[in-house]
C-alpha cells in the first residue's frame, strides 16, 4: 500500500484524484455507436500523421496515426467528415456511422503545405493534443500503444512548444517517474543530463533508435518528440545505452515536401536570448529530394553569480526519394558550447554527515546565488553526431533498414566543485578536462517483417548491431583552499584561471586517463503475435558479444585490464484488449545487463550483471480518443551484484542483489472542449539485499525521491474574436530524497520541494506568442547525485514566432 507521510504535498493528493475522476462514466453501455475507419494520404499517396479527423457539429475528433489510419466511434446517423490541418483547406465527405458496425471509407487524399513544421491544427481544441498513439521506435516495428506490452511515454513537441521549453534535458519533466538528479556536465561521452527512474541512473543516449548521446545540454530545436521507454530494455536497445530503469529516445525532424519555416526568438530572466529557425525546402521539381535545417543560439546567465552558457545547434537533415521503394536519409546534429558549471556540493568520501551539523540540505548555511568561483572557469564542449538510415521495401511484407551513426564528443576545460567540510566550510576543488575525445560508431541492420501464418498476424524484427566506443579522455584533479560557506568579505573570485592554472603548474595534481576502445556484436530476433484480434503475445531475444581491449597507460602506452563477455537477454509480453482499440491489459518480462570487468579471489573471471523487470498494468484509449493513459506496477531484481568479499576485503564477489518495485500511472486528456491534462504520479521502493553491512536493506542514494508527480493543464479559449488565446498551469512534485544513506556515512535528505510553471500563448497560423514563468514561487530547492545542486529560481520568458 502507498502511504503518504505528513510532509507530502497536497499537490500529491491532487494528482491522485485527477488520475482516479477519468473513469467516471467509462463503465455506460456504447450499444448505440459504430465505427468509422479509414487512412488519410497525401498528395504524394503517403500516410499522413497528426491531421485531425472530426465529426462536424461534434466534438467527436481524433488524429491520425504515423500510419495515416483513423477510427471513430459516435452515435448512428449520418454526418460530415471533416479533415483539417494547419496549412491545407479543411476537406469534408459525407459519412454514415451503423450502430454496432465499423465503416470503412477508401483512402482520403489531402495537400499539406506547411503541416511538417507544426501540428497545431484548426480544430485542435476538440483532440486529445499532446497523446502519440503510435511509435516505430519502441519495438523497432510500427506499433500501436494498446498493442505494445511495454510502458513508456511520448513527450510531443506541440507540448514543448506550449511549455516554452528548448531543452531536451527539460521536456521530460512531462514523464511520471523521472526525476532529474544533476545537469548536464559537458564532460566527454555523457549524454546530456542525469535522471533517476524506477530507482536507476538514465541518461539520454538515443537519437533515433541507435546511438545519439549529446555531451552538454541537448537543444530540443530539431526533435519532434521525445520517447521515455520504462524498465530494463537491453534486448531490443543493448547494455551500453539504456539501464534498468530505462532508456530516452529523441525522435527528430524530419523534411517534408513543400517550402515552409519558423523563426523564433525568446527572451528572459538572467539574460536569456536565444534564436532559432526551422526551415524547409525541396530542392528538385519533382520533390524527390528534400532538405530540411534546424538552427538555434542560446546565451543565457545563471541564476547565481557567475554562471553561464552560451550555446549552438545546427541540424540539417536530407532526404531523398529514390524511388517508390528505396529512401535515403543523411541528418546530422552539430552542438557547440561553453559554460560555466553551476555549483555541485559533495559529501567528503567516508566521513559522516553529523559532523556538518546539519542532516537536511536546507539547514545548511549555502549561499544559494553563490557559484563559490570566477565565471573564467569555463569549459567548451562539441558533439558532432551523424546518422545515415537507408529504407528499401523488398515486397509487400518485408522492409529493410540500414542505419549508420557517428557520435563524436568533445570537451576542454574547467569543472570546479566543492566538498562540504565541518564548521560552515567548504573544499574548493577542481576536475578538468584536457581535449577529451569519445567517438561511437554504431550499425544497425533491421529486417521488418508483416505477415501472416494461417489467421495469425506476426510482425518482426531480425536484427544485427555493431556498437564502437573509442574513449580517449583525459581528466585533471586539483584541490585549491577552503573556504566559508558565507562571507561578505571573502574573495570567492580567487579561485579562477590564473590562481588554478598555477596549482596545476606547480604539480601535485592527479590525472584521471580514460584511454580504451571496446566493442559489441548483436543479433536479435523480436515477433509480436496476434492470437486473436485482442490477444497478442511477443517474444524477443538478443545475443550480445562484449570485447573489451584494456585500459591504456597514457604515459607507456600498455593496456590491462582486456576482457570478453558474451550476454542473452529475452524479453516477453502479452496483451489483451478487454475492449478493442480502448483497453488493454499488459505484463512483461524485461532484461538488461552490465558487462563487468575482474576476477574473484580465487580467479575466476565475473560474469555480466542482469536485472530481470517483471510488470503488468492497463492501458487506456478511450471516450474517443479523450482520455489516454497508462497504469503499471513493476518489480525489477538486480543480480550477480559486485560486493566486498568479507574473506578477502581486496576482492569482491559476485552475488548482491537489487530489489526495486513500484507503481507508475500517467494521464493525457482531453476532458472538455479546449481543456487538454498531462499528469502523472510515482511511487518507487528500492533497496539494497544482498550487500555490503554498511548499505544492506537501506535505498540506494542514487534512486532519488520515493514519490513524485506531475501536472500541465492547459485552455484554449473558444469564442471567435479570442480563438488562438490560451493559458497553462502545472508543475511537479518530489518527496524527500536521500542523497547520503549508510551506516558509516549517516541520512542526509533534499527536502521535499513542489515547483510551479504556467504560460500564456496566442497562436495563429501565422505567427506565435507566448509567455511564461516558471518556478511561479522562486522556491529554492535541490536535486542531487550524491550530491546538493541548487535549482534555478524564479524565470520569465517570452517568445515570438513568425511562420511562412
Not at 500517467?666 to 472538455?672: D, G, R, S, T
Request: aromatic share 12%; proline share 3%; with cysteine.
Amino acid at each position: 500500500m502507498v502511504k503518504l507521510s505528513k510532509n507530502d504535498s497536497p499537490f500529491l493528493t491532487y494528482i491522485l484524484a485527477l488520475l482516479l475522476c477519468f473513469n467516471a462514466n467509462f463503465s455506460q453501455a456504447q450499444n448505440a455507436k459504430g465505427t468509422i475507419k479509414g487512412k488519410v494520404l497525401n498528395a504524394e499517396g503517403k500516410a499522413a500523421d497528426n491531421v485531425t479527423v472530426s465529426l462536424k457539429s461534434t466534438s467527436v475528433a481524433t488524429v491520425t496515426g504515423e500510419d495515416g489510419i483513423f477510427s471513430l466511434k459516435a452515435p448512428a446517423g449520418t454526418y460530415k467528415l471533416v479533415i483539417s490541418h494547419v496549412g491545407m483547406q479543411t476537406k469534408e465527405i459525407d459519412a454514415e456511422i451503423t450502430a454496432n458496425k465499423t465503416t470503412t471509407v477508401n483512402d482520403l487524399i489531402i495537400n499539406l503545405n506547411s503541416s511538417g513544421l507544426q501540428e497545431v491544427n484548426v480544430n485542435g481544441n476538440k483532440v486529445n493534443r499532446f497523446k502519440r498513439k503510435q511509435s516505430t521506435d519502441v519495438a523497432k516495428m510500427p506499433l500501436n500503444n494498446l498493442e505494445n506490452a511495454q510502458s513508456y511515454t511520448s513527450i510531443s513537441r506541440e507540448l514543448l512548444t506550449e511549455q516554452n521549453i528548448f531543452t531536451a534535458d527539460e521536456a521530460v519533466k512531462n514523464v511520471s517517474g523521472l526525476q532529474k538528479m544533476w545537469d548536464a556536465t559537458g564532460r566527454g561521452g555523457d549524454g546530456g543530463a542525469y535522471y533517476t527512474m524506477r530507482g536507476f541512473v538514465v541518461q539520454t543516449q538515443l537519437r533515433n533508435g541507435v546511438a545519439g548521446n549529446v555531451t552538454n545540454s541537448i537543444d530540443a530545436i530539431n526533435l519532434d518528440r521525445i520517447e521515455v521507454i520504462r524498465g530494463p530494455s537491453a534486448t531490443l536497445f543493448g547494455s551500453s545505452l539504456t539501464s534498468y530503469g530505462g532508456l530516452i529516445n529523441r525522435v527528430t525532424k524530419q523534411p517534408f515536401d513543400n517550402a515552409a519555416g519558423e523563426v523564433t526568438y525568446t527572451g528572459g530572466s538572467y539574460g536569456l536570448s536565444r534564436v532559432s529557425a526551422d526551415i524547409n525546402t525541396p530542392l528538385d521539381v519533382q520533390k524527390k529530394v528534400l532538405f530540411r535545417l534546424n538552427t538555434a543560439y542560446t546565451n543565457q546567465n545563471s541564476f547565481q553569480d557567475n554562471g553561464f552558457s552560451k550555446n549552438v545547434a545546427i541540424a540539417p537533415s536530407l532526404l531523398y526519394k529514390v524511388n517508390d521503394r528505396l529512401t535515403i536519409e543523411a541528418e546530422a546534429e552539430l552542438f557547440y558550447g561553453r559554460n560555466a558549471l553551476n555549483t555541485i556540493f559533495f559529501f567528503p568520501y567516508g566521513q559522516n554527515v553529523s559532523l556538518l551539523g546539519a542532516n537536511r540540505a536546507d539547514e545548511l548555511n549555502i549561499d544559494y546565488k553563490r557559484s563559490y568561483f570566477d565565471k573564467s572557469l569555463s569549459q567548451r564542449t562539441r558533439s558532432a553526431n551523424y546518422l545515415g538510415q537507408v529504407n528499401y521495401k523488398i515486397s509487400k511484407e518485408w522492409t529493410s533498414q540500414t542505419n549508420l551513426s557517428s557520435v563524436n564528443s568533445f570537451s576542454n576545460g574547467y569543472g570546479p566543485y566543492f566538498y562540504l567540510l565541518p564548521n560552515q566550510q567548504i573544499s574548493r576543488e577542481d576536475q578538468s578536462t584536457q581535449n577529451s575525445k569519445s567517438t561511437t560508431t554504431e550499425i544497425q541492420q533491421n529486417f521488418n517483417g508483416d505477415f501472416k501464418i494461417g489467421k495469425m498476424r506476426n510482425r518482426v524484427v531480425i536484427g544485427l548491431d555493431y556498437l564502437n566506443v573509442n574513449s580517449d579522455q583525459l581528466f585533471l584533479g586539483a584541490v585549491y583552499d577552503v573556504a566559508p560557506l558565507q562571507s561578505n568579505t571573502f574573495n570567492y573570485n580567487s579561485l579562477n584561471t590564473g590562481t588554478l592554472g598555477a596549482v596545476y603548474a606547480a604539480g601535485g595534481t592527479s590525472a584521471y586517463p580514460y584511454i580504451y576502445k571496446s566493442s559489441t556484436y548483436s543479433s536479435y530476433v523480436s515477433d509480436v503475435l496476434n492470437i486473436t484480434d485482442r490477444l497478442i503475445a511477443s517474444a524477443a531475444l538478443r545475443v550480445d558479444r562484449f570485447v573489451f581491449d584494456g585500459n591504456k597507460d597514457a604515459n607507456t602506452g600498455v593496456k590491462s585490464g582486456a576482457y570478453k563477455q558474451t550476454a542473452f537477454s529475452p524479453k516477453f509480453g502479452l496483451i489483451y484488449q478487454v475492449v478493442k482499440d480502448h483497453v488493454s491489459l499488459f505484463s512483461n518480462y524485461q532484461n538488461g545487463f552490465t558487462n563487468k570487468p575482474g576476477t574473484d579471489f580465487a580467479g575466476n573471471g565475473f560474469k555480466p550483471e542482469h536485472a530481470n523487470q517483471i510488470e503488468g498494468g492497463v492501458k487506456l484509449d478511450v471516450f474517443d480518443g479523450k482520455l489516454s493513459s497508462t497504469i503499471s506496477y513493476y518489480n525489477i531484481k538486480v543480480q550477480d551484484i559486485l560486493r566486498t568479499d568479507i574473506a578477502h576485503p581486496l576482492f569482491s564477489i559476485q552475488n548482491g542483489t537489487q530489489v526495486s518495485k513500484g507503481f507508475e500511472a500517467e494521464v493525457i486528456a482531453n476532458p472538455i472542449l479546449g481543456v487538454n491534462v498531462v499528469a502523472g504520479f510515482a511511487y518507487n521502493d528500492s533497496k539494497y539485499q544482498n550487500a555490503d553491512a554498511d548499505v544492506v536493506g537501506l535505498r540506494p542514494a542514487t534512486a532519488g525521491s520515493p514519490y513524485t508527480a506531475n501536472l500541465w493543464v492547459s485552455y484554449r479559449f473558444q469564442e471567435p474574436k479570442i480563438k488562438g488565446l490560451g493559458v497553462g498551469f502545472g508543475g511537479n512534485y518530489a518527496s524527500d530524497n536521500k542523497v547520503v544513506n549508510s551506516i558509516s556515512q549517516g541520512v542526509f535528505v533534499l527536502p521535499h520541494y513542489t515547483i510551479l510553471n504556467s504560460t500564456v500563448f496566442y497562436d495563429k497560423s501565422v505567427y506565435r506568442i507566448g509567455l511564461s514563468c516558471n518556478n511561479l514561487t522562486n522556491k529554492e530547492y535541490y536535486t542531487g547525485y550524491s550530491s546538493i545542486n541548487p535549482q534555478m529560481l524564479r524565470q520569465y520568458l517570452a517568445s515570438f514566432a513568425f511562420r511562412f
